[in-house]
């Protein structure tokens, strides 16, 4: 079991910046493959980016690739998303979940945080 706990989201003007953090507690930490995944209003859930447990690959949605960063400190059982240029299409809840299997395959996710509003304002 891993418990998982996002921060960071809020009202941002278009063109803004975020950072959302996603703190692990549990098992550990290092072992996961890390994603953020967004959903907004109406909308199935869509996946934004993706951090391999190796610590060498990262994987982002065409959508934010180019605006968007995600990173791990395994030292603080951690994974960010750095998110600049930030436009209204953006705004969601974002969620992270940790995945045990690949990290390409969406159904793998297994342990869900409760989710972050990001609005994006014109």
């Known amino acids: 079991q891993v418990q998982l706990v996002e921060s960071g989201g809020g009202l941002v003007q278009a063109g803004g910046s975020l950072r959302l953090s996603c703190s692990a507690s549990g098992r550990t930490f290092s072992s996961y493959n890390m994603g953020w995944f967004r959903q907004a209003p109406g909308k199935e859930r869509e996946f934004v980016a993706a951090f391999s447990r190796s610590g060498l690959t990262t994987y982002y949605a065409d959508s934010v690739k180019g605006r968007f960063t995600i990173s791990r400190d395994n030292a603080k059982s951690t994974v960010y998303l750095q998110m600049n240029s930030l436009k209204p299409e953006d705004t969601a809840v974002y969620y992270c979940?940790?995945?045990?299997?690949?990290?390409?395959?969406?159904?793998?996710?297994?342990?869900w945080g409760q989710g972050t509003q990001v609005t994006v304002s014109t």
């Open positions: 979940a940790a995945n045990s299997g690949s990290m390409y395959d969406y159904e793998k996710y297994d342990y």
